[in-house]
C-alpha cells in the first residue's frame, strides 16, 4: 500500500499534467498564429524607386530606345476636336520616372483619314523634364484636317 504523502504528490503530478496541457496547446496555437502573421507584417508596399505611376501603353507615343521607354511615365493624352472632328489641339503629361532629370526630344505627327502624314512635319523640341515632375505638353497640329496623331519621343541631341 502507498502512504497517504505519496498518494498525494502523485495525484498533484497528474493534476498538474491535465491542466498543463491545455495551456501549452493555447499558448502553441497563440504562437504558431503569430509566426503566421509575420510575413504579412513585413510585406514592402511602397512603390519601387522611380515609379510612381504605372507604365501604362499608349500606342500612339513612341519612343526610340527601350530604356527610354523606362525612364519615361505618360498620362492619357487629351485631345481636343473642332465641330467635324478634327484634331485641334493634343496634350499629354510627361514625367521623369528616374531619380535624375531627363533631357528628352520630342515632336507630334498629324495624320489626316487615310492615315497619310501632314506636311509640313512638325520640328522636335527639346523638354528637359525634372526628376518625378508632371510636364504638361501642348501640340497643335499644322494642318485643319488632322484626324489622328503621334508623338515621337528620343533622347535629346
Given at each position: 500500500m502507498i502512504p497517504k504523502s505519496i498518494q498525494s504528490?502523485?495525484?498533484d503530478t497528474n493534476l498538474t499534467r491535465r491542466s498543463a496541457l491545455p495551456t501549452f496547446l493555447a499558448a502553441s496555437i497563440v504562437i504558431l498564429t503569430a509566426l503566421a502573421?509575420?510575413?504579412?507584417?513585413?510585406?514592402?508596399?511602397?512603390p519601387n524607386?522611380?515609379?510612381?505611376?504605372?507604365?501604362?501603353?499608349?500606342?500612339?507615343?513612341?519612343?526610340?530606345?527601350d530604356q527610354l521607354a523606362r525612364a519615361l511615365?505618360?498620362?492619357?493624352?487629351?485631345?481636343?476636336?473642332d465641330e467635324n472632328g478634327f484634331i485641334t489641339k493634343?496634350?499629354?503629361v510627361v514625367r521623369a520616372a528616374s531619380a535624375e532629370p531627363l533631357r528628352v526630344d520630342y515632336r507630334p505627327i498629324f495624320k489626316d483619314a487615310n492615315n497619310t502624314v501632314l506636311q509640313p512635319e512638325?520640328?522636335?523640341?527639346?523638354k528637359l523634364l525634372e526628376k518625378r515632375v508632371p510636364e504638361r505638353i501642348v501640340m497643335l497640329p499644322n494642318a485643319k484636317n488632322a484626324s489622328d496623331y503621334e508623338i515621337q519621343f528620343r533622347w535629346a541631341r
Open positions: 504528490t502523485q495525484s502573421t509575420l510575413p504579412a507584417c513585413r510585406t514592402n508596399t511602397a524607386p522611380g515609379q510612381l505611376d504605372p507604365a501604362l501603353p499608349y500606342y500612339r507615343i513612341m519612343t526610340n530606345d511615365r505618360f498620362d492619357e493624352p487629351t485631345i481636343v476636336r493634343v496634350e499629354v512638325s520640328s522636335w523640341r527639346t
